[in-house]
């Protein structure tokens, strides 16, 4: 069985269309498991992703692993997103047609709005 979780480090990306993505794998996920799937009759896997914002990036590359229970026969695993894919993603979404309105567009508002997407030197 599987669940998912998404951590948004900022409120600025609560509505971008990766979230919004994920967010219907986590409703696809909820609505195709068991109940019970943490009551150890069989395995599970919780990926959480973690978007790094204004307010909070991750400390670590990669993933990490996170709970692990033998009693319940599950494990949750960090994965921080990598701040250049979700500007990619979020280049890729902003061309794409549903985002039709290039003023409405996350991207543009994100670097508008936030320094934090500019590169350090």
């Known amino acids: 069985m599987i669940a998912i979780g998404v951590h948004t480090g900022g409120p600025e990306l609560s509505n971008i269309p990766l979230v919004a993505v994920l967010k219907k794998a986590m409703t696809f996920a909820k609505q195709h498991r068991e109940p019970s799937y ?7 896997v919780n990926p959480v992703f973690v978007l790094p914002g204004s307010v909070y990036k991750p400390d670590f590359e990669g993933f990490k692993i996170g709970h692990f229970s033998r ?13 250049p894919s979700l500007m990619r993603c979020l280049r890729l979404t902003t061309s794409h047609k549903y985002c039709a309105k ?3 567009s996350p991207r543009k508002s994100l670097l508008r709005k936030n320094k ?3 590169r350090k030197s």
């Open 116 to 118: 934090f997407f500019e």
């Open 102 to 104: 290039a003023s409405n």
């Open 38 to 44: 943490d009551s150890g009759q069989e395995g599970w």
């Open 71 to 83: 009693k319940e026969k599950g494990v949750v695993v960090t994965i921080a997103v990598p701040l």
